[in-house]
């Protein structure tokens, strides 16, 4: 199957800082690119979905201006998590397709903690 | 106790038996779904997917079943093994009406005892 990796695996920053997390897509050209996030327990949440060259589409709820999300390649999306707080600690997931996909592969996940 | 939200459904089951694992989707529009097996600290990973017209899809060890009519989905493991212990996810999306991202239902942890 495709091969979506994720950088970092894992990342604790403090509070008030930036962090960006890079979504790439291995062995394919990814048109589409969508991040969820999951908290300890629950289910993976879709955060945004972006389309390379265009801006993002962000679910209800979800802050456009805190969550920047970038795809400006068919192979790279990076998710900028601005000015994080400890309630942003989470697992962040990606998951890459093209347009004739039959499914999204997903990245192994980021694990976000800000002290 | 736990708070709502925090709190998988597990299924034990031993090493050998059949699993089988339940979901119920809320989207009657939804045409397209998956298995997902998450393991701790892991990306989810595909097992198996089905259309909405079919009922009924067979993998390597295992099945997954859909009745549109209770909009209720399960996936059975044959012969359980100590490796398919994990977090179960079914996913649906509208795959035909161009909307790819999924919808992921709640998840139920597996654990199998040796």
């Known amino acids: 199957g495709a091969v979506v990796s994720q950088h970092p695996s894992w990342v604790i920053c403090k509070s008030g800082t930036s962090v960006k997390i890079e979504c790439r897509s291995l062995?394919?050209?990814?048109?589409?690119m969508f991040w969820y996030r999951q908290f300890p327990k629950q289910s993976l949440m879709l955060m945004a979905t972006?389309?390379?060259?265009?801006?993002?589409?962000?679910e209800q709820g979800v802050e456009k201006d805190k969550f920047l999300i970038n795809h400006a390649s068919l192979t790279l999306s990076t998710l900028t998590v601005t000015s994080a707080h400890p309630e942003d600690s989470s697992f962040y997931i990606c998951?890459?397709?093209?347009?004739?996909?039959?499914?999204?592969?997903f990245g192994q996940g980021t694990r976000l903690t800000v002290v | 106790g736990e708070s709502v939200g925090l709190h998988l459904p597990t299924l034990s089951v031993q090493e050998g038996d059949n699993s089988i694992i339940n979901c119920a989707y809320s989207?009657?529009?939804?045409?397209?779904f998956i298995w997902y097996k998450q393991e701790s600290g892991k990306g989810p990973q595909f097992i198996i997917d089905?259309?909405?017209?079919?009922d009924k899809r067979q993998g390597q060890r295992v099945t997954v079943l859909l009745n549109k009519t209770v909009k209720h989905l399960s996936l059975q493991i044959a012969a359980t093994q100590p490796g398919d212990s994990a977090v179960y996810f079914c996913?649906?999306?509208?795959?035909?009406?161009?909307?790819?991202?999924?919808?992921f239902g709640s998840g139920t942890r597996l654990q199998v005892q040796p």
């Open positions: 998951s890459a397709s093209w347009d004739r996909a039959t499914e999204a592969f």
């Open positions: 062995d394919f050209q990814a048109t589409t």
């Open positions: 972006s389309n390379e060259g265009s801006k993002a589409t962000y």
């Open positions: 989207n009657s529009a939804s045409d397209y």
């Open positions: 089905i259309r909405s017209n079919m």
């Open positions: 996913a649906e999306n509208m795959r035909d009406t161009g909307r790819r991202a999924l919808t």
